[in-house]
């Protein structure tokens, strides 16, 4: 179309006409428990080429025993190449360019995860990611390291993908080379910027004389290490440009390391946040270069195609969210598109906790043989009663499949506790699910009923066959004398607009997602924002230390207090760390193991180590959870009617689990 001119332009790499400019970049999944490519990893690849992506780069795979888990792709031995030719095969059949990227992770690698042994790295400086330390590698480990490369690329080739790529990204080993950080070497590999760019040079020469001059070599690089006293964006160029000079095809360009404190992935980091990285790579080189992270829409990946700050866009998590994104942006139909919404819930989070990949968004996702879409038998008149995450899916689904659906909401807008998340600044992108799926509501035709509430005596007059029940839930008031006060407000009401926080002091009682999504919120304000923050620094207005200040101090000052061990115990590991730095940020203040005893007109009281603290406050704000509202469940189990419970309704929890329950009832009914 017109309006993504280049984004859904061909484009040649090394010879191989790419459809369009869309690059699934690789990303751990967790389908191949035993390094075996799986049925499972297939048929989530096959469904995102014949979604209709230029090109899908799968792995990382490990070369040897040392580069990574034994439950990452295998491609150590020539026994795993009939895996991998059925996996290059399922891809390439739908028009979509195969890659496979190879992994070593050096220090990365946890000593558990490759046998018991300890990880290897150019020096052996301890691993903040693992907290170990490795060994250092010695010179003919390093040759035989680099012939493992070689001998994985020959492997790629033979499988019939149509090109490898080397991993050099992340904080994984040839990063570690690279960076002064880890590479303490006094030989030829360590000490001046030539010597720390010799191993992962050597590797690139190796691998282009392993498969030949016609098949194409990309490597994945860390455009910014954001590690302090480590590589920046310009050593990030001229590696690029030393690897144009070694014969590499296309340069893959990345974020930072694990160990580094600026996120990469969650949604707060703007849509296409990173790819400026890009941008200073591709000054340097004439190859073609991909952009990453957070380029989640196909208007944000041909904005940056159209500025040159890249040649292909990637989209990981994007195409995990939706894979058939470039299909439909190539038809127009931009109002079907599934948005990754950097929660990480489903994707990142499953990594570290080595579970398999799913999505948010998108509960087939690595799930497309369990739960594939299907007509339903008999089309079938249902209710779904809730308009929050859960159960818009489940209309949508059941809607999807032949079903005629009507969904009720006693609310004037659709979204539940998404609308509530959306609230603090940097997780807008909850909106963007709403939005998401209130538009499949409307292009699978579902009636929908706002600011009517749904009983059990109007659902059978009408004469519904089924009824999911997605009510949702509603906060919970927890039995603290003084709780009655006005000066009392719930944390719903503030997120909603419904109640403003008065005075200077507040004191969030609960350190749970919501109270530390309120306590941001709150911390937020008075805050400058991200435009006058632009504005004072190009002119000059005031100095970067006052600008981070204006930044992060508001009119507010926020305590918050949790009767259990730790804060935010409700939220995934990927994105716990980022809202503790948020808060810590902000100047929030975090008092844990301290239940409330009681609020008083003018403060809360607490007890800490088995003693009273007043805490002084203006406002104090309840977020001390959820309960569930199911009432209309039991009264329709009782009347005999066929009824699902689904969501918060059924049990409060995040908004992956009531996602996936209501698609998964969507499919059953």
Not at 20 to 46: C, Q
Not at 61 to 88: F, K, Q
Not at 554 to 569: A, D, S, W, Y
Request: charged share 25%; with cysteine; proline share 5%.
């Amino acid at each position: 179309m017109e309006e993504l001119k280049l984004l859904l332009s061909p484009i040649e790499v090394k010879g191989r006409r790419l459809r369009n400019r869309i690059v699934m970049t690789a990303m751990h999944l967790n389908f191949t428990p035993d390094g075996r490519v799986s049925d499972r990893l297939i048929a989530f690849y096959e469904e995102r080429a014949r979604g209709g992506a230029g090109m899908i780069i799968v792995g990382g795979c490990i070369i040897n025993d040392l580069a990574g888990p034994y439950w990452l792709i295998d491609i150590r031995g020539d026994d795993t190449v009939e895996g991998h030719s059925m996996l290059a095969d399922a891809i390439r059949r739908h028009g979509a360019a195969a890659v496979c990227q190879l992994y070593h992770a050096g220090r990365y690698a946890h000593s558990i995860s490759i046998g018991g042994k300890q990880a290897v790295a150019p020096s052996a400086v301890p691993s903040r990611f693992t907290r170990e330390t490795p060994r250092e590698i010695s010179r003919e480990e390093i040759k035989q390291t680099v012939s493992d490369y070689a001998a994985a690329a020959v492997r790629v080739k033979r499988a019939g993908y149509d090109g490898v790529e080397v991993l050099a990204a992340a904080g994984y080993l040839i990063t570690q080379f690279l960076s002064p950080l880890t590479n303490k070497r006094s030989d030829e590999y360590g000490g001046s910027w030539d010597n720390r760019m010799r191993f992962g040079l050597e590797v690139a020469d190796a691998v282009r004389e392993a498969v030949g001059s016609d098949f194409l070599v990309s490597f994945r690089i860390a455009g910014h290490d954001f590690m302090e006293g480590g590589n920046t964006n310009r050593e990030a160029a001229l590696f690029a440009a030393e690897l144009e000079k070694h014969g590499v095809d296309m340069v893959n360009v990345t974020g930072g390391w694990h160990e580094t404190r600026v996120p990469q992935l969650p949604m707060s980091l703007p849509r296409g946040g990173l790819a400026w990285l890009a941008a200073g790579v591709k000054r340097s080189v004439g190859l073609p270069v991909v952009a990453c992270n957070r380029i989640n829409d196909p208007f944000v990946g041909d904005e940056i195609l159209r500025m040159g700050m890249a040649d292909l866009v990637g989209m990981a998590r994007g195409l995990i969210a939706d894979p058939y994104l470039p299909e439909k942006a190539a038809s127009g139909h931009f109002e079907q598109i599934d948005h990754c919404i950097g929660c990480n819930q489903g994707c990142f989070d499953h990594v570290l906790y080595l579970k398999p990949v799913t999505c948010t968004i998108n509960p087939r996702a690595g799930r497309e043989l369990e739960l594939p879409l299907s007509a339903a038998p008999i089309s079938r008149r249902i209710a779904v009663v809730g308009g929050g995450p859960a159960g818009m899916k489940a209309a949508a689904t059941a809607a999807g499949r032949g079903h005629r659906v009507t969904l009720f909401e006693k609310e004037p807008v659709l979204g539940g506790q998404l609308n509530l998340a959306a609230v603090p600044p940097g997780r807008e992108e909850f909106w963007t699910a709403v939005e998401d799926l209130q538009s499949h509501l409307e292009w699978e035709g579902v009636e929908v009923r706002l600011e009517e509430e749904a009983t059990a005596a109007k659902l059978i007059e009408e004469g519904f066959e089924a009824v999911v029940v997605a009510s949702g839930g509603r906060p919970v008031i927890p039995p603290i004398p003084g709780i009655d006060q006005p000066h009392v407000l719930q944390a719903w009401d503030v997120l909603e607009g419904k109640a403003d926080p008065a005075g200077h002091r507040v004191v969030i009682i609960g350190g749970g997602a919501v109270g530390a999504e309120t306590a941001i919120y709150v911390a937020g304000m008075g805050t400058i924002s991200g435009d006058t923050l632009q504005f004072l620094l190009v002119n000059g207005g005031e100095d970067p230390e006052t600008l981070r200040e204006l930044s992060t101090r508001g009119v507010k000052e926020v305590t918050v207090v949790e009767m259990l061990p730790k804060v935010c115990r409700d939220v995934g590991m990927s994105t716990r760390w980022v809202l503790l730095q948020d808060l810590r940020g902000l100047g929030v203040r975090l008092v844990s193991n301290a239940p409330a005893r009681r609020i008083e007109p003018d403060g809360v009281v607490v007890e800490v180590e088995g003693c009273e603290e007043k805490i002084p406050a203006d406002t104090v704000i309840i977020a001390a959870g959820t309960c569930s509202v199911n009432g209309l469940y039991e009264d329709l189990k009782d009347a005999g009617v066929e009824v699902h419970l689904i969501g918060d309704a059924r049990q409060p929890r995040k908004a992956f689990e009531a996602i996936q329950e209501g698609l998964e009832t969507g499919l059953r009914i």
